[in-house]
């Protein structure tokens, strides 16, 4: 029967993990995936403002900065010497042809003289024609020189009749001013700037107007650009600027548009890559959508894993599978509808502060980590926002962990606020590196926070104990008073029974304290675990005043009678609505131990016959938990030593022991968590209690009549 309730509740709890990661996935696309601002377009009017969720590059300005860089480099050029040496060379020839054969020039001579000022194109149509006319009489390389070089008869007859020293001089200024041209450098774009300087050259010469006219007309037709458009350097050129220039940044947090203005192609591309609008691309959406899902599920199986090894009764107890599931669930869904709000207001704390009243304090410390994790991917929140819900949760634990009592609880709600502030601010100074609103601005969010974590859990604190059934510190304290029905009528009825029940609470409260396990657990749990013999009061030793009736009893008899208030104790539990974790004390607190006085007296009666021990255990499962089996012990300890009526604490001590070492080897501890260094606290613990109730007294001085008379009030 055990194994098949904990395999339902098992089933439960995996169908429960399914439906939460579910829920996770499906507010995680709603929530970031699938933007309510997808219609957005070019053109259109912002119907609200939207700022930066994280920092993002603005492609569009970062283009629009590398294209006016680009626009604004000049090519890079490399000189190509050959071009000087061939239009030196043309020059000199031309030259030196005029004027050493004079007979010939007018073989040169074009039928009109051009200006220097016209274009290519009409010097190139002009020289056609002039080599038209003489191609009978020039030889091929005096036709190319004449095709580029144009000068009237009248030049060539000055050039011809100059003397050699003259001619000399003539030339070597031309040639020293083509010269100083080239090395200035002569591109496509400049000629026109090369052209007056060399006209302004030639002006410094002490040269007639002829002269000056002939010598331009020579360079001016002949010069070429010799700078060529480096392209291989260029490009490379490009490409350092283009990596010199830092992206154009929009800040976290930073505006990206206002309501009322339009959406320029800016705009909407810096509202795409912040996710406001929805990605038409199915590649872009699904993987990483799909990274998310893994990254939750990774966290979901270690989560499951990590509460299977450590908390394993929210596998055998379904109302508190259920309680973290619902937690979970609303935690989940408010995150979604609240994710645009300052995070602080998030209430991750309310659910930390309530896993740890209602459940444990150190599941609640993981469990927040884990939620943490989860809805920093599924909501794409910031690193500051992991930073604090991870510190504050794990302080709120503790923290809640403290609150067995009323009053504490201003003290705890005050130290959850000031711990939230000293930890926002260290994250603010952190991110933005000085003091400025912003800091005060989340200092009070963070001190809001706490306030509100801490109404929003004792408020709801009734509701998760009604609901589910989950005891409470509250609930525990209200249990405890002796005014509650079931307390008062074992009380009255069951008066050994309640006295035996308070010293077993006394026990249980210090060993769950020694080993740090649920004190106000186990002291309540003792006040009510031998309800059951409200039944039948009078068959048990506490309670029996004269014969025993035992004595005439069939040991079976007895020990069905005994063992009977265990199952009468939970009936009790149920009619008196106490709640599950008192019931399952209830039910567990013998275990399945052995019934040992009725089973030696059976066998002492047996006459040879064989005797069953089974017929003689109780027949519930061990203790599932420290608490129940530290009730066990208790309740042994205190009924073994009162009936062995011994105040030599040593033999105490002994005593006590051999019931623990007892149990130990009677297997029921096997399924809960106790350690064989929490048995020796417990012990000690016990002996510490022990000894204050049978410590040795001193005897009160008296005189020899006041003996006479206590002699006689004896008699």
Not at 55 to 82: C, F, G, H, Q
Not at 124 to 146: F, P, Q, R, V, W
Not at 638 to 643: F, T
Request: net charge neutral; with cysteine; charged share 20%.
């Amino acid at each position: 029967m055990l194994k098949l309730s904990i395999k339902k509740t098992t089933t439960l709890n995996m169908v429960l993990v399914f439906l939460a990661f579910t829920i996770t996935i499906v507010c995680s696309i709603s929530g970031y995936y699938n933007s309510e601002t997808k219609d957005l377009a070019v053109g259109m009017v912002s119907p609200k403002k939207f700022i930066a969720k994280e920092e993002i590059i603005n492609e569009i300005a970062t283009k629009r900065n590398i294209d006016k860089a680009v626009s604004e480099m000049s090519p890079l050029y490399t000189k190509d010497s050959t071009i000087q040496s061939k239009v030196t060379k043309e020059i000199i020839s031309f030259l030196d042809y005029i004027h050493s054969n004079s007979e010939q020039q007018q073989l040169l001579t074009p039928a009109i003289q051009p200006s220097s000022k016209n274009n290519k194109s009409e010097k190139h149509e002009k020289s056609d024609e002039n080599i038209g006319e003489n191609t009978d009489t020039t030889n091929a390389d005096t036709s190319e020189l004449s095709s580029k070089i144009y000068l009237s008869s009248n030049q060539t007859n000055i050039i011809s009749t100059m003397t050699d020293a003259d001619f000399k001089e003539f030339k070597n200024i031309i040639l020293q001013t083509v010269n100083s041209a080239f090395e200035q450098g002569i591109r496509e774009d400049n000629e026109d700037k090369i052209l007056i300087y060399v006209k302004s050259e030639l002006s410094e010469h002490n040269l007639s107007n002829e002269l000056l006219n002939i010598g331009y007309s020579i360079i001016s037709n002949t010069l070429e650009p010799n700078m060529m458009i480096d392209t291989a350097a260029t490009e490379k050129a490009k490409e350092e600027k283009i990596a010199s220039i830092k992206p154009v940044m929009l800040l976290k947090n930073q505006k990206i548009v206002d309501s009322g203005e339009i959406i320029s192609e800016e705009i909407y591309s810096l509202l795409y890559s912040s996710g406001y609008i929805q990605k038409d691309n199915f590649k872009e959406n699904i993987i990483p959508l799909l990274g998310t899902a893994l990254l939750i599920f990774s966290v979901f199986i270690m989560t499951s894993l990590y509460i299977y090894k450590f908390h394993k009764k929210l596998y055998t107890r379904k109302n508190e599978a259920l309680l973290l599931f619902s937690l979970y669930t609303i935690l989940t869904i408010l995150t979604k509808l609240l994710a645009n709000v300052p995070y602080m207001f998030i209430p991750i704390l309310s659910f930390t502060m309530l896993l740890a009243m209602l459940l444990n304090y150190r599941l609640a410390i993981i469990l927040n980590f884990s939620v943490c994790i989860i809805y920093y991917i599924a909501f794409n929140f910031s690193t500051s926002f992991l930073i604090y819900f991870s510190t504050t949760g794990m302080f709120t634990a503790f923290m809640a962990n403290l609150i067995k009592e009323h009053k504490k609880i201003f003290k705890v709600g005050l130290l959850n606020c000031v711990a939230g502030v000293f930890i926002i601010t260290g994250i603010t100074l952190y991110i933005n590196k000085s003091f400025n609103e912003e800091l005060l601005k989340n200092c009070f969010l963070a001190f809001s926070n706490g306030i509100l974590t801490l109404i929003i859990c004792i408020g709801s604190m009734p509701i998760w104990d009604f609901v589910f059934d989950v005891v409470t510190q509250y609930k525990l304290l209200e249990l405890i008073n002796p005014d509650k029905p079931l307390l008062k009528k074992l009380m009255l009825e069951c008066p050994g029974t309640y006295n035996h029940s308070l010293i077993v609470a006394n026990l249980a409260e210090a060993a769950a304290l020694e080993i740090g396990a649920n004190s106000a657990l186990a002291k309540v749990g003792s006040y009510y675990h031998d309800i059951g013999k409200l039944k039948y009061p009078q068959y048990f030793s506490e309670n029996i005043r004269g014969k025993n009736p035992h004595d005439s009893m069939n040991p079976y008899t007895s020990a069905k009678i005994i063992s009977s208030h265990v199952t009468a104790g939970v009936e009790y539990a149920e009619k008196y609505k106490l709640p599950s974790s008192i019931k399952y004390i209830i039910a567990q607190h013998h275990g399945n131990t052995l019934i040992s006085f009725f089973y030696f007296k059976a066998k002492q009666n047996s006459d040879g016959k064989n005797i069953k021990e089974s017929d003689f255990r109780y027949k519930q499962q061990p203790p599932q938990t420290k608490e129940t089996a530290i009730i066990m012990l208790a309740d042994t300890v205190e009924a073994a030593v009162r009936s062995k009526n011994e105040t030599n604490l040593e033999e105490i001590k002994k005593f006590v022991h051999e019931l623990i070492k007892g149990k130990l080897n009677d297997g029921q501890f096997s399924q809960c968590s106790l350690k064989i260094s929490d048995l020796n606290k417990i012990e000690n613990a016990f002996m510490k209690v022990l000894s204050g109730m049978y410590h040795e007294r001193v005897p009160y001085p008296t005189d020899k009549k006041d003996e006479s008379q206590n002699s006689e009030d004896k008699q």
